[in-house]
């Protein structure tokens, strides 16, 4: 179903969303990706494909982003899918944030997604096109040193939401996909201190498990297909379940 299109994966250079963009380019789209270090710009396309496309952008900077979609989109054509990913996270008690920590996640997470949405619009195939901001549990969970996160994922679901009314009429499909705890991710790395409570933080999973990129992968290539064609405006973890409580305990169990 997405033979040919063309997926923009921002910050799709590493871990959950460099699995997305696998996703899409094994199901044969034309996939482009950008983030901030040529080392790894260069690696994700080498890993996606003879039809990748690959840029450089610091999401916080508005020309940047600008520029990367006006490449991307001159390169492989009118984007079909744009996923918004790019992240930063680490742990610190708000006490111990200055305001430039605070505002370097708020930067990337927030208002990155705001600038990659914003210059994107135009370039979009509409109608039909998909758009998927990767949120994060802490959205709506609160957690301990981690008020940065925080409060830009439950912006990041607002934009959503906000987006999906305002670009509905436009044809454009807006959804927040909320990865759980996902193995081998440096998100995980940095919240998981303490490696030896993994199997620990597994349990605190309905599911017992913990995630999979490919679990992210396929929910994202479902978000961006005919078959979700009436489905917009969506907050949607794929996370086994921990949102329902799983998360709370798993947050206390890793600063005791
Ligand atoms: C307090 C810290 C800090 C820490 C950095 N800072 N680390 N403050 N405690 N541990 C402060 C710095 O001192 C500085 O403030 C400000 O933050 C910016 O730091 P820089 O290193 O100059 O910023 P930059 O190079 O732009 O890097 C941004 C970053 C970095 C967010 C700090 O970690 C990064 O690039 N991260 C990208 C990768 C990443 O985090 N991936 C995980 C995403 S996972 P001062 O005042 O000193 O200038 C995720 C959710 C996971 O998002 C959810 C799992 C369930
Ligand atoms: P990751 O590997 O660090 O991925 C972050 C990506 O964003 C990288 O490609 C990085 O590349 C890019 N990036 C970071 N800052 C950027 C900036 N300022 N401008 C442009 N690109 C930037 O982390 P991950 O753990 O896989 O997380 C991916 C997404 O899933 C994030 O949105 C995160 O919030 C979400 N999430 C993760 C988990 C988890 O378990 N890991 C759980 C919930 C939600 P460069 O370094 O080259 O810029």
């Not at 008020?147 to 305002?166: P, Q, R, Y």
């Not at 705890?181 to 409570?197: A, F, H, N």
């Not at 490919?214 to 794929?238: H, N, Q, T």
Request: contains cysteine.
């Amino acid at each position: 179903m997405v033979e040919n299109k063309h997926v923009l994966v921002a910050g799709g250079t590493s871990g959950i969303n460099l699995g997305i963009a696998k996703g899409f380019a094994a199901a044969g789209a034309k996939v482009s990706v950008f983030s901030r270090k040529q080392d790894k710009v260069d690696a994700a396309v080498a890993a996606l494909g003879a039809k990748a496309h690959g840029g450089i952008a610091d999401v916080r900077e508005p020309e940047q982003v600008k520029a990367a979609i006006a490449a991307a989109a001159e390169a492989q054509g009118p984007i079909d899918v744009l996923v918004s990913g790019a992240a930063g996270n680490f742990l610190a008690p708000a006490v111990a944030m200055s305001p430039n920590a605070f505002g370097s996640v708020v930067g990337i997470d927030l208002n990155g997604t705001f600038h990659v949405l914003r210059f994107a619009f135009e370039h979009l195939n509409k109608p039909g096109a998909s758009i998927i901001n990767i949120s994060a549990p802490q959205a709506w969970v609160p957690m301990i040193a981690q008020a940065h996160v925080c409060a830009a994922k439950a912006g990041v679901d607002m934009l959503t939401k906000t987006l999906a009314m305002e670009w509905g009429p436009a044809g454009v499909r807006v959804n927040s996909l909320v990865p759980g705890p996902i193995e081998g991710t440096e998100g995980m790395d940095r919240l998981l201190v303490d490696k030896s409570k993994k199997q620990a933080l597994a349990k605190t999973v309905p599911l017992q498990r913990l995630g999979q990129v490919e679990d992210c992968a396929d929910v994202a290539l479902f978000l961006a297909s005919d078959a979700a064609r009436y489905v917009s405006g969506v907050v949607l973890p794929v996370d086994g379940g921990w949102s329902l409580g799983g998360a709370t305990i798993a947050m206390g169990q890793m600063f005791s």
